[in-house]
């Protein structure tokens, strides 16, 4: 599976940007995608994860009912909507795939894109 994240950018604080990261490969709808992130100088963290059937999804405590996470199966495209942005948002964020759900463990995942910046203007 290879992954491709976009939608990052300049956003103001307060702002709702969609990211979305595009997969290719016929086995997509069969992994579990996250997203993490970095910001500059500290380590990768997770933000969210959603299985493979959307069923069931998974935050990280800091961005729990700001962030949303979705896919589409048929686009083969996960998104996450961030809502809310605040400066503390400012990150490289990567997309990730799978065959495991609900790990907040960055070596659990197999594939990762190669990653979209958000930077938040105050």
């Known amino acids: 599976v290879q992954l491709q994240a976009s939608g990052g950018g300049l956003v103001q604080a307060g702002g709702s940007p969609r990211l979305s990261c595009a997969a290719s490969?016929?086995?997509?709808?069969?992994?579990?995608m996250g997203w993490f992130r970095q910001a500059p100088g500290k380590e990768r963290e997770f933000v969210a994860a959603?299985?493979?059937?959307?069923?069931?999804?998974y935050y990280a405590d800091s961005v729990k009912g700001r962030f949303i996470i979705s896919r589409d199966n048929a686009k083969t495209t996960v998104y996450l909507q961030i809502n809310s942005l605040k400066p503390e948002d400012t990150a490289v964020y990567y997309c990730?795939?799978?065959?495991?759900?609900?790990?907040?463990?960055?070596?659990?995942?197999?594939?990762w894109g190669q990653g979209t910046l958000v930077t938040v203007s105050s």
């Open positions: 990730a795939a799978s065959s495991r759900y609900g790990s907040s463990d960055p070596s659990a995942y197999d594939y």
């Open positions: 490969g016929r086995t997509f709808s069969r992994y579990n």
């Open positions: 959603i299985s493979w059937t959307s069923t069931n999804t």
